[in-house]
């Protein structure tokens, strides 16, 4: 069972609507990442934070706004998204520093129509 | 962009057979992971395998790395139908990189292993 949670586990929302997914963890890890993962494709990185601050941005469309409340909350937020944003958007962390295991959430479908 | 690159992309096998995935990647590591994703679910870490090992045993599951090569394989043992899932190897970014908190993820094996 994995120690990351993440909710909602399905979401559709529309083109204009703004909707968020939300991650926590309790394990004290003070890294925490958002992936995307299409159909058949491995996870790809969007974001990392290291210790509540933004400290990768893979290039991401700013239609997803992260953001880190505190050390065990992590949110993404969605708004205008397109029907190719629809994936699976999964949550991991991770204590700090190289060679850690990244613990992932069981992921939230997303499915924009 | 996509540091490993697995084969095969996908295998099928009969329950009690082994199962040997291999990952190639580009940059010097200090570490090599391999997780397992079953269908439409998060991914599980298996096991870690740092640049100044060549081995590493966990349960049925057997990795090797090959840093010269730079190149990893999965062998699990006596499959079962539960282990069918994807498999995908990971690396943090290359050693010359300033942060090495993130995971790289290969393209992945797809096993399906029959009754």
């Known amino acids: 069972d994995t120690e990351v949670t993440q909710t909602p586990k399905h979401l559709v929302m529309g083109m204009t609507n703004k909707k968020s997914l939300k991650c926590e963890q309790h394990?004290?890890?003070?890294?925490m990442y958002w992936y995307k993962q299409k159909a058949k494709k491995p996870p790809e990185l969007m974001f990392v934070?290291?210790?509540?601050?933004?400290?990768i941005n893979e290039s991401v469309p700013s239609r997803f706004s992260p953001e880190c409340p505190n050390s065990s909350l992590l949110n993404l937020h969605l708004h205008a998204l397109q029907p190719e944003d629809s994936a699976l958007y999964l949550c991991?962390?991770?204590?700090?520093?190289?060679?850690?295991?990244?613990?992932f959430g069981e992921g939230s479908w997303l499915t924009v129509v | 962009s996509q540091q490993g690159e697995e084969d095969p992309q996908a295998l099928s096998i009969q329950e009690g057979e082994n199962a040997t995935m291999n990952c190639s990647y580009k940059?010097?590591?200090?570490?090599l992971q391999w997780y397992r994703q079953n269908s439409g679910r998060g991914l599980v870490h298996l096991i870690l395998?740092?640049?100044?090992?060549r081995e590493k045993h966990s349960g049925r599951l057997r990795v090797t790395l090959d840093t010269s090569k730079k190149s990893s394989s999965l062998l699990i043992t006596a499959s079962r139908a539960a282990d069918t899932a994807s498999y995908f190897c990971?690396?943090?970014?290359?050693?010359?990189?300033?942060?090495?908190?993130?995971?790289?993820f290969g393209s992945g094996t797809q096993l399906t292993v029959l009754p």
């Open positions: 934070y290291s210790y509540e601050k933004l400290s």
């Open positions: 940059t010097s590591i200090n570490n």
């Open positions: 394990m004290g890890h003070r890294a």
């Open positions: 990971a690396t943090p970014p290359g050693l010359s990189s300033g942060s090495a908190r993130q995971l790289t």
């Open positions: 991991a962390s991770s204590r700090e520093g190289t060679g850690n295991t990244i613990y």
């Open positions: 395998i740092r640049s100044n090992e």
